[in-house]
């Protein structure tokens, strides 16, 4: 009975892991139509500029986020040799991550004419308040268990501040770039409404996405550290180890789930795209 019942829980706790994964699937359809709203209206020069430069202000600061990235390789193998070499594949990742969060933090803003009054969007027409949200808990989530194991002494110093400071960051990156969402005023010209309707659709989805994915790997590593430690489990049926294992699981499958569809995503909006294309 046990057994099962610790089959049970592992299966419970994988269930978030699923869910968002659905939920981000169900993201593709808003941003298809967004994508289609931009086909479907002929963009006027401003919004055709704004297009070209949002395009080119993203490569640009991606390409910094891969260099810095590179940058953190080098100095891991200078500061620890061939025992690096495990740590080459986060460090790229966390870097190109930070370069999509602060590429959308710093977006120029278009230079059409606004809406007068200014007329302001809500978020929730932008993105599912629900992944949102739980981009904020896993978020978190994982400064809240670095914080915990780093107390217990199960860290390393260097460890548990790169484990807190990277996802703090790309938490108040996304925040940011959310509220610059917000407060930009609609453009005045009905032909660039779906244009700037789809960039704002493109910043919320990737910062989101980004963010999550920052929180959900560490968060699911140090699940699964603290779970298989030999410490923490007792005689008889200890259901904490089951929970840490398979909450740690349930992380890193939805964190890779959101990575994937964060790979499809990276592309600009554009005007010679077929209309509702995936």
Same mark, same amino acid.
Not at 261 to 269: A, E, Q, S, T
């Given at each position: 009975?046990?057994?099962? !019942? ?11 892991? /699923? ?11 808003? @941003? ?18 704004? &297009?070209?430069?949002? $395009? ?17 390789? !080098? ?24 370069? /999509? ?7 120029? @803003?278009?230079?059409? +004419?606004? *809406? ?17 949200? +739980? ?12 914080? *915990? ?5 199960? &860290? ?5 501040? $790169? ?13 940011? $770039?959310?509220?610059? /969402? ?9 032909? %660039?409404?779906?244009? %700037? ?12 996405? $980004? +963010? ?15 779970? !298989? %430690? ?7 049926? %200890? ?5 840490? /294992? ?15 569809? &964060? ?16």
């Amino acid at each position: 009975m046990g057994r099962l !019942i610790a089959v049970l829980l592992f299966i419970a706790v994988l269930v978030p892991g /699923v869910l968002l994964a659905r939920a981000w699937w169900l993201a593709v359809g808003r @941003r298809a139509v967004a994508a289609g709203g931009v086909e479907l209206a002929e963009p006027t020069p401003e919004g055709t500029r704004a &297009l070209q430069r949002q $395009a080119q202000h993203g490569r640009r600061i991606r390409l910094l986020g891969l260099l810095l990235g590179v940058a953190g390789i !080098i100095g891991s193998v200078v500061a620890l040799a061939e025992a690096s070499v495990f740590l080459w594949v986060p460090i790229l990742v966390v870097g190109l991550l930070l370069g /999509v969060l602060l590429a959308e933090a710093t977006r120029p @803003r278009p230079r059409w +004419t606004t *809406s007068a009054p200014p007329r302001r969007p809500r978020l929730g027409d932008l993105i599912s308040g629900w992944l949102l949200w +739980t981009m904020r808990v896993v978020a978190a989530a994982q400064v809240a268990v670095t914080v *915990s194991l780093w107390n217990e002494g199960e &860290l390393p110093d260097t460890v548990a501040w $790169a484990a807190l400071l990277v996802p703090l960051v790309a938490w108040l990156l996304a925040e940011v $770039a959310l509220l610059r /969402v917000l407060v930009r005023p609609l453009p005045a010209r009905g032909a %660039d409404v779906p244009v %700037d309707e789809a960039l704002r659709t493109w910043t919320a989805h990737l910062v989101a996405a $980004a +963010t999550t994915v920052l929180g959900l790997l560490p968060l699911g590593t140090l699940l699964l550290r603290a779970g !298989i %430690d030999p410490e923490r489990v007792s005689e008889g049926y %200890d259901f904490l180890p089951v929970a840490l /294992v398979a909450g740690g699981f349930s992380a890193l499958t939805a964190g890779v789930a959101v990575a994937a569809f &964060l790979l499809g995503w990276l592309r600009p909006v554009r005007t010679t795209a077929r209309a509702l294309a995936g």
